[in-house]
């Protein structure tokens, strides 16, 4: 937690209900944002992003797996957090693994959808080879290098990022196999897909500080949030996921109103983010 003062306090909660926060944004207008992609030279993708001080790398590992019994049309994705001791004081023992569990969790739902994949970001069908015996399985890193604030946001920029810069090997498959048998695979080692990102989600937090909610929190603001609804919404303007966390619950029309402002907010950070992949993406080509 950021200790401060009662003063503090005040001027940031005074701040935000008169539209003026401590750095001079307005209620709903996000931190500059930063984007390298790949940093990573042993994953299939990596990416890192900036938002303020917030510090955060992805990485994506394509593998080969056997699909699901239950869902032989799709592949599989897994996403795990990790959260640097150095990153924040609060970082450190137990504090950490319960903050990168939750945050796994969070990041599942948010690109994944349900369970019955239904909303989902990824579209996980893309990912088979062959319909109930071979898949693509993606591993979904995360590592939070430095923590201030809107750590969930700053990842699912990332994981867009690391997915925009992801190549997937072709596969060819031999011919022949039939019934319960495994067919052989071709892994390419020079002819990558790209992967398609077009339905993939950003993540867009309203912390709710008093009578009014932000975008974009900072470690300060958070620590006086009574509640934080983020919700997950592509380019389509489809929700993909909504998580919300802290004790105080919220009106129905409260959270009606926070997903129209999250669809607004979405489409400005998606635009931004895209160019800055672009950006990325042709600096990366030309070294």
């Known amino acids: ?31 500059p944002i930063y984007v390298e992609t ?15 001080a917030t510090d955060v790398i992805a990485s994506v590992k394509a593998e080969l797996g056997r699909p699901n019994a239950l869902q032989p049309d799709k592949g599989k994705v897994v996403v795990n957090v990790d959260c640097s001791p150095t990153a924040a004081p609060m970082f450190e023992g137990r504090g950490g693994e319960e903050l990168s569990a939750e945050l ?44 201030d604030g809107n750590l969930l946001d700053a990842l699912g920029a990332a994981i867009k990022a690391a997915l925009s810069n992801t190549g997937i ?45 932000i975008v974009d929190a900072t470690s300060e603001e958070e620590s006086q949030m009574s509640s934080a609804v983020s919700i997950s919404i592509n380019r ?3 929700i993909c996921g909504l998580t919300k966390r802290g004790g105080a619950g919220l009106d129905p029309s409260i959270i009606l109103d ?30």
């Open 1 to 31: 937690m950021v200790g401060l003062s009662i003063g503090e306090k005040h001027f940031i909660q005074g701040g935000i209900a008169q539209d003026l926060r401590s750095d001079g944004r307005k209620r709903l207008t996000t931190r």
């Open 38 to 52: 790949g940093v990573i030279s042993q994953a299939n993708g990596s990416a890192r992003v900036r938002m303020g």
């Open 104 to 147: 796994s969790v969070a990041l599942q739902c948010c690109l994944l959808g349900g369970k019955s994949g239904s909303g989902a970001g990824i579209d996980l069908s893309s990912l088979v080879v062959v319909e109930g015996k071979i898949c693509w399985d993606l591993y979904i890193d995360g590592l939070v290098v430095s923590s």
């Open 169 to 213: 090997p072709k596969v060819n498959v031999a011919a022949g196999a039939s019934g319960d048998e495994q067919p052989e695979v071709d892994v390419s080692d020079e002819e990558f897909l790209q992967f398609d990102t077009s339905r993939v989600p950003v993540i867009v937090t309203l912390t709710k500080v008093g009578r009014h909610y």
């Open 236 to 238: 389509q303007g489809h």
């Open 258 to 287: 926070m997903i129209s402002v999250a669809k607004t907010v979405s489409e400005q950070l998606i635009n931004t983010l895209d160019s800055h992949i672009a950006a990325a993406e042709a600096g990366e080509e030309e070294s």
